[in-house]
């Protein structure tokens, strides 16, 4: 069972780079979502969506980019990596965004821009 | 005023002891709320759901008050194992997100 798998699990950027955080799972959930942790922040809800065609932005969305061409990806982009953006970053997914179903999350990526 | 307010800890306990968090959620909209638990470096896990006024899982109980929004997780009978962060989350009826508390941090001492 791999559930939601993301890649890589660590990463060191110099500020100013581009990358994408890789989010993948195989349980045919609608709903997908990417969450960063900050200390005492608790989850941060960043860009999230409910079947593939579909996203919107979350709480903090600015210096992301996302998209969900198909069920299974959700990858998460940063266009200009910046220091603020240093984070452990969590992808989620649950079955539909309206049931009352569990949250799955990936193992995250351990993010740091230098 | 924080979507979710939970005491950060951390709560030391002796194996076996009995433990409470408490958790305030300022969204009346809140239908269903859950208790995940997040090991050191780890990915969040769901614990517990509560629907209705509580509910009972073994040595968890998790007990909802919505006239006064809040929500606890009782353990009981405390394990080494139970060591973590204990994460509340309420979700408003038909909404997409997950609101995530900071996180009360358990530690249980041999």
């Known amino acids: 069972n791999a559930g939601v798998t993301q890649t890589p699990k660590f990463q060191v950027l110099k500020t100013g780079q581009s990358m994408t955080l890789q989010c993948a799972q195989d349980m045919n959930h609608e709903y997908m979502s990417w969450y960063r942790q900050d200390p005492g922040m608790g989850l941060r809800l960043i860009h999230y969506s409910v079947g593939a065609g579909i996203t919107d932005q979350g709480e903090v969305p600015n210096g992301y980019n996302v998209s969900r061409s198909t069920t299974e990806d959700f990858p998460l982009r940063l266009l200009l990596a910046a220091p603020s953006q240093t984070s452990v970053y969590f992808c989620?997914?649950?079955?539909?965004?309206?049931?009352?179903?569990?949250?799955?999350f990936g193992q995250g990526t351990r993010l740091t821009v230098v | 005023r924080k979507e979710v307010e939970q005491d950060p800890g951390p709560f030391n306990v002796p194996e076996g002891a009995t433990v409470a968090f408490n958790c305030t959620y300022s969204?009346?909209?809140?239908?269903?709320f859950f208790w995940y638990r997040q090991d050191c470096r780890k990915e969040p896990k769901l614990l517990m759901s509560?629907?209705?006024s509580g509910n009972e899982d073994g040595r968890f109980t998790a007990q909802l008050n919505r006239a006064s929004q809040y929500i606890s997780l009782l353990i009981r009978d405390s394990k080494l194992s139970d060591s973590a962060t204990y994460l509340c989350?309420?979700?408003?009826?038909?909404?997409?997100?997950?609101?995530f508390g900071t996180g009360t941090r358990l530690t249980v001492i041999p």
């Open positions: 989620a997914s649950s079955k539909t965004p309206t049931e009352n179903t569990e949250a799955f």
């Open positions: 969204n009346s909209a809140s239908q269903s």
């Open positions: 509560v629907y209705s």
């Open positions: 989350v309420p979700r408003e009826g038909g909404a997409n997100n997950l609101f």
